[in-house]
């Protein structure tokens, strides 16, 4: 790790005092430390190597995946979750959840409330039964996934929700006869009921002060947000560095946790500008180039310095970990026949390099104690029991060789 590259407020220190197995301590010893984990959230698209919705698992994607992210998004859009009342695809997604589990990744389930990719056969219910069936849904994906998945975005998208006109659909109908911050507060009550120490976000592509207030509307309500989600489907260009710094010190006034959730940067030609909707866009063929990859790369490092650097942002997530995903677009960290992009190399170089503990040789004192410093996360030393955590205030641990 280099430890000049790390944001101060990413680190953290434990005094470590080791002992041998008789109690005593373990004096001027060299030893080595290795970190377990990160504390900040690195993530990606969870889609398109886990077997569900028809879908092989591809176990190459995985071990690519697994060897960078702690944090993986999976899709429970109510139209697919449910395409038939009653008929949940449960057991798929569990157990998906369940192998990210396995692996150490915190599972993200997206969305409980949208009014895209919505389930057609609510269509049927007038308004007061699609918000009791909206209600009973979030209470029954949030309990079931319990200790899973405790994390959720509860609602997407509400800005553009009233006035959605692309095809009716009953979420609209909602926010339209309820309002949207009737429906957020319904919404996120649910959600707290069902898991009060669940982690529950509002989530949006549109980052104009709408959203803002939409969001101070909402916290005057007395509706508790675990975090604000940030959208960046960039497949029109890089945001840059003004634009970044100034939706952070927009939405950072909040003082509440920031999640950029769905972030795309493209290795291909760009969306022309314009195309409103990104969906619009549909061509037989996108390809990634070399000159596009290597901007990819360029943009994805500095935007994950500057997210990395800023103290309200907890998570990151890379929306399609491989090519051809939405939009057919260039859009992943690897191709579509799995070969490894410039960007992937360069976000591993950070996560699992500058920011990453692998090796290091520590010394103890003479009465068996070492000072470690460190990216916050877990760690361990070889050899010994005992897990180190490092996080917001120094700790003191005890571990056995």
Not at 3 to 14: F, K
Not at 28 to 41: A, I, M, R, T, Y
Request: hydrophobic letters at 35%; aromatic letters at 12%.
């Amino acid at each position: 790790m280099n430890i000049s590259s790390v944001p101060s407020h990413r680190l953290g220190e434990s005094l470590v005092r080791v002992l041998d197995k008789n109690g005593n301590p373990v004096a001027d010893k060299e030893l080595v430390l290795n970190q377990k984990s990160h504390e900040f959230l690195f993530g990606s698209g969870a889609f398109d190597f886990l077997e569900f919705e028809g879908k092989k698992a591809d176990p190459d994607r995985l071990e690519k995946w697994l060897a960078m992210f702690n944090y993986g998004t999976l899709p429970f859009y109510w139209g697919r979750y449910e395409p038939e009342e009653g008929h949940p695809h449960y057991d798929q997604l569990m157990t998906a959840a369940k192998k990210l589990r396995a692996n150490n990744v915190t599972p993200k389930g997206h969305p409980l409330c949208w009014h895209t990719v919505c389930a057609d056969w609510l269509m049927k219910y007038p308004d007061e039964v699609i918000m009791d069936k909206q209600l009973e849904r979030i209470n029954r994906e949030v309990t079931a996934f319990k200790g899973v998945i405790d994390f959720w975005d509860v609602i997407n998208e509400v800005v553009i929700m009233p006035i959605f006109d692309k095809y009716d659909n009953a979420v609209t109908r909602l926010c339209k006869r309820y309002g949207q911050v009737g429906l957020v507060k319904e919404v996120f009550a649910a959600a707290r009921a069902a898991n009060p120490e669940g982690t529950f976000l509002i989530n949006d592509f549109n980052v104009s002060p709408k959203y803002e207030k939409l969001i101070e509307d909402c916290l005057e309500a007395g509706v508790e947000f675990s975090a604000i989600g940030i959208q960046s489907h960039q497949h029109q260009g890089y945001w840059g560095t003004e634009k970044l710094y100034d939706v952070l010190k927009r939405f950072g006034r909040f003082g509440l946790p920031i999640h950029f959730t769905e972030n795309t940067l493209v290795s291909g030609s760009l969306i022309p500008e314009y195309i409103e909707d990104l969906n619009d866009w549909q061509v037989e063929e996108w390809p990634t180039t070399p000159e596009g990859e290597e901007r990819q790369a360029r943009e994805w490092e500095e935007m994950y310095k500057i997210l990395f650097a800023d103290p309200n942002v907890k998570a990151v997530t890379g929306w399609d970990f491989a090519d051809g995903a939405w939009l057919g677009a260039p859009s992943g960290l690897i191709t579509k026949d799995n070969r490894i992009k410039p960007a992937y190399t360069k976000l591993h170089n950070l996560i699992k390099g500058e920011w990453w503990t692998e090796g290091e040789v520590i010394r103890t004192n003479s009465d068996g104690i070492v000072n470690i410093k460190g990216a916050k996360g877990t760690y361990e030393i070889e050899g010994c029991q005992g897990v180190i955590t490092l996080g917001d205030k120094p700790s003191e641990v005890t571990v056995t060789l």
